[in-house]
């Protein structure tokens, strides 16, 4: 079963650029999440999404900040204008969802650089 | 304010030997917890999901869980210097699947 894929690994851009990351949940996963993980932090969340609806966007800046999830499959998560303090790992993970099944598989996420 | 808490360690445990980390979360109605393993620079691995008050074992794994102290914790038992990683735990606080996450405890084992 292939896992969740991100892309790109890494990205290095200049302050108020904008940049954007893909994500391709595993196959049949409904729920798909973006974390913001900083050096030292457990994740945060940004967005989760179910299916194609947005269940949880709170902590999303939304100002510069926004998420999509076409078909409710792949998603993308888009950023601008960047600032420093967005420097981070941005982690997409997907669940199955079921009563029992509630475990979230990570990508290897995007190591995002603001200069 | 939903919360899960965790010592940031670092946790030094001689090779061999048991670790033992250690989760408390807020909400009393919490009914899923997860350990997950992140190597520097890697993304999170889950280890370990458990549901039910009591012992979960998996190979050198345990993980504890007391609902009514509202604490989860994971035993490695016979620890490796290939365990040396963050441990994070997470709780799904409210049945919306939307996890909590601790800000994780670092492990060191040293040989």
């Known amino acids: 079963e292939a896992g969740v894929a991100q892309s790109p690994r890494y990205k290095i851009i200049e302050k108020r650029q904008s940049v954007a990351f893909w994500c391709n949940p595993i196959s049949g996963h409904a729920t798909l999440y973006w974390y913001q993980q900083i050096l030292g932090q457990g994740p945060k969340l940004l967005i989760q999404f179910q299916n194609n609806g947005v269940v949880d966007d709170s902590q999303l800046p939304k100002d510069r900040f926004s998420a999509e999830r076409l078909k409710g499959v792949d998603s993308t998560l888009k950023i601008q204008p960047a600032k420093l303090e967005d420097s981070a790992v941005y982690l997409c993970?997907?669940?199955?969802?079921?009563?029992?099944?509630?475990?979230?598989?990570f990508g290897q996420g995007t190591r995002l650089t603001v200069v | 304010q939903k919360e899960v808490e965790q010592n940031s360690g670092p946790l030094s445990v001689p090779e061999g030997a048991i670790a033992s980390l250690n989760c408390t979360y807020s909400?009393?109605?919490?009914?899923?917890f997860f350990w997950y393993r992140q190597y520097s620079g890697k993304s999170p691995e889950l280890i370990m999901s458990i549901y039910s008050n009591g012992d979960k074992e998996d190979g050198r794994f345990t993980a504890q869980l007391n609902k009514a102290s509202q604490y989860v914790s994971l035993l490695i038992r016979d620890s490796q210097p290939s365990d040396s990683a963050t441990y994070l735990c997470?709780?799904?606080?409210?049945?919306?699947?939307?996890?909590?996450w601790g800000a994780g405890t670092k492990l060191i084992i040293k040989p």
């Open positions: 993970a997907s669940s199955l969802m079921t009563a029992m099944n509630t475990e979230a598989f």
């Open positions: 909400d009393r109605v919490s009914q899923s």
């Open positions: 997470a709780v799904d606080m409210d049945s919306n699947y939307q996890l909590i």
